[in-house]
């Protein structure tokens, strides 16, 4: 927690992505047996169809805190990130950004470490009152957007994760969304997904 609140004040909310943005990355992970499945897949910024996917696998070494999440995922997600070699990209991180109580969630973790503009799209609200489509702190400064979901009704919630304001973020999101969330994202999870059954059918747990 202390290294969060060190770390919040260098999270940029007000850049603009490159002019010459190239893909959208999007990452998930998940968990079985002790072990960390973790994916990321480039999706091309005028050509959705064209993908590139990296998957990697890690012992599991920090427990499931509420708030804490980088410090169980941030690891596994940044080397399947890296692992793409993917240039000019801005990120999609299923967690949260500055919308969490050190104003410090996965998603700016992600952000920094890559120093890439980054993006926080989360299926639940961590921190905060949800006003109209905002989210507000404690303070009444907006620190999330609502987006309803196509043809699902469901809603998640978009905050800055690094380098891009909100205004920018909600577009790009909006960009590539699905009834399922942000194609990126949704790629990623059914990525992790795939490995994780095929982890658990070769190690069967009686």
């Known amino acids: 927690m202390a290294l969060q609140l060190q770390l919040a004040p260098l999270v940029d909310e007000t850049s603009e992505p490159p002019a010459n943005l190239l893909s959208m990355v999007g990452c998930d992970a998940t968990y079985i047996h002790g072990t960390t499945v973790a994916a990321a897949v480039s999706v091309r910024y005028d050509n959705p169809n064209a993908q590139r996917v990296k998957v990697v696998r890690g012992k599991t070494t920090f ?9 169980r995922e941030a690891s596994a997600v940044l080397r399947a990130i890296r692992a793409l070699r993917a240039s000019s ?7 949260h950004g500055v919308a969490h109580p050190r104003k410090f969630g996965l998603a700016c973790f992600v952000g920094l470490a890559l120093d890439q503009p980054t993006i926080g799209v989360a ?9 109209g489509n905002q989210v ?3 303070k009444g400064r907006t620190i999330a957007e609502l987006i ?4 699902s009704g469901k809603t998640i919630y978009v ?7 909100l205004e920018l973020a909600v577009e790009v999101v909006k960009r590539c969304l699905t009834p ?3 194609l990126p994202i949704r790629l990623a999870h059914e990525e992790v997904t795939k490995r994780k059954w095929e982890i658990k059918r070769s190690n069967p747990v009686s």
């Open 63 to 71: 427990p499931y805190i509420p708030s804490l999440l980088a410090f």
């Open 180 to 182: 399922q969330g942000p």
């Open 123 to 131: 299926k639940g609200l961590l921190y905060g009152s949800v006003k």
């Open 136 to 138: 507000v702190d404690g």
């Open 159 to 165: 905050s800055v994760g690094h380098k891009i304001s």
């Open 148 to 151: 309803t979901l196509p043809g």
């Open 89 to 95: 990209f801005v990120c999609l991180v299923d967690g």
